[in-house]
């Protein structure tokens, strides 16, 4: 595991990430919340601003006992991290199972420096196949930090072509950065050579920030996938930071061993025009949707 130096930056327009490609055990959520809190840690030692993880960092993504080991949040998963983020002085966004009355959701949480969460993200666009898991989320939020102004969170499908009407909402809401965990998985026998991972990520990302001059950064863990639907597969990083020109800025090493800190110097910018003047905005940019 490595990672960059960086300056701490405190300028408006542009944020340093850490994007942070855990190795997720599965099932094994104490080991897994550990070493993402040393992520966090690391990061800060690093000077980033944020640091990013992965979906479903505890148990991994679709854990078939998710019902019974999933945890509220606030609880003992989402105090570490918080802990790892107030230690640090840094921002910080982690993938959770959280368990919330009889429901359990895929759930990413938003964190301040000072170890407070100041949101959560429900996923909404869940696959037909993680249906019998996860509950489906109901709102979509975003968050004033400073001094960067507004950052929306969301997950993995979320940012799907055909789900893109989410990230639309975010933007429209005045989002400047939009960051995803993830959990990208492929065949066992995935040759990356031949059919090189990520161009669906990089399509969808670079169409919001085409449209909405906002950037997008999407983080996933790596390792085998030992249970669920897709037993056998395995998660392979290539986590990835599209600018707000819609070109990549950054890209993890993909392998289902890569676990590695990348980091990334992010420009923001943003819409200079806010509610009914966007869809003006939009249709000068070619965007004939509602």
């Not at 019902?67 to 989402?78: F, N």
């Not at 964190?111 to 898991?133: E, M, S, W």
């Not at 897709?230 to 599209?242: N, Y």
């Amino acid at each position: 595991m490595t990672a960059t130096d960086v300056t701490r930056n405190n300028g408006r327009d542009q944020m340093d990430i850490t994007m942070a490609q855990l190795h997720v055990r599965w099932g094994a959520a104490e080991r897994n919340v550990d070493r993402a809190a040393q992520m966090i840690r690391q990061g800060g030692q690093g000077g980033c601003d944020i640091v990013v993880l992965p979906e479903c960092l505890d148990l991994g993504w679709t854990h078939p006992d998710a019902s019974k080991l999933a945890e509220p949040i606030p609880g003992e998963r989402s105090q570490k991290l918080c802990a790892a983020a107030e230690e640090a002085g840094v921002h910080a966004v982690a993938g959770l199972t959280e368990r919330a009355g009889d429901h359990v959701y895929n759930t990413a949480v938003l964190i301040d420096p000072c170890g407070q969460v100041l949101f959560r993200h429900r996923k909404i666009n869940i696959l037909t196949i993680a249906q019998d898991v996860y509950a489906v989320g109901d709102r979509l939020r975003v968050a004033e930090i400073d001094p960067w102004g507004r950052v929306g969170v969301n997950i993995c499908a979320d940012n799907f072509q055909s789900s893109l009407a989410l990230g639309h909402s975010q933007a429209r809401m005045g989002a400047r950065l939009l960051l995803s965990p993830s959990a990208w998985a492929v065949d066992a026998d995935h040759d990356n050579e031949s059919q090189p991972y990520g161009e669906i990520w990089r399509a969808a990302y670079a169409t919001l920030a085409s449209l909405y001059d906002i950037a997008v950064i999407g983080v996933s863990n790596v390792g085998w996938i030992e249970g669920g639907p897709w037993e056998g597969r395995k998660c392979i990083g290539c986590s990835l930071a599209v600018g707000s020109d819609g070109n990549i800025l950054a890209k993890g090493p993909y392998g289902e061993e890569a676990e590695e800190l990348v980091v990334v110097r992010v420009p923001l910018k943003g819409l200079e025009v806010k509610g009914t003047a966007i869809a003006s905005e939009l249709r000068e940019r070619g965007y004939e949707g509602p």
